[in-house]
Nanobody, 129 residues
Framework: QVQLVESGGGSVQAGGSLRLSCATL????????MGWFRQAPGAERETVAG???????AYEDSVKGRFTISRDNAKNVLYLQMNNLKPEDTAMYYC???????????????????????WGQGTLVTVSS
């Protein structure tokens, strides 16, 4: 079974940077749409960014120009480079892979992952002001 493992979270001051990683275990992720999502305490999970199999990307409006999603298919690793972090970015960050059905980065951001998506355990990002 496919497993996703996030890492790279931590505590930073506003304006700082972090790079999150998501390793795919048990199966190649090269053909999957993948995405980063986040959930703040007491809030619903929201989409941050998506990337499809050819590297096309899409972003939620609040992170455009600050975050970059990318993938290294040879290493089966998904990344989220986060620059100019703000306190409102504080959340548990999750990666996910769509393993069934057609998808696109735009679909990930606009619609979210499908019911068959595989999710990681999350990595915590805390941004202080």
């Amino acid at each position: 079974q496919v497993q996703l493992v996030e890492s790279g979270g931590g505590s930073v001051q506003a304006g700082g940077s972090l790079r999150l990683s998501c390793a795919t275990l048990g199966y190649s992720s090269s053909t999957y749409c993948m995405g980063w999502f986040r959930q703040a305490p007491g809030a619903e999970r929201e989409t941050v960014a998506g990337v499809d199999s050819d590297g096309s990307t899409a972003y939620e409006d609040s992170v455009k120009g600050r975050f970059t999603i990318s993938r290294d298919n040879a290493k089966n690793v998904l990344y989220l480079q986060m620059n100019n972090l703000k306190p409102e970015d504080t959340a548990m960050y999750y990666c996910a892979a769509e393993i069934s059905g057609p998808c696109s980065a735009r679909t990930v951001v606009g619609r979210g992952m499908g019911a068959s998506a595989v999710w990681g355990q999350g990595t915590l990002v805390t941004v202080s002001s």
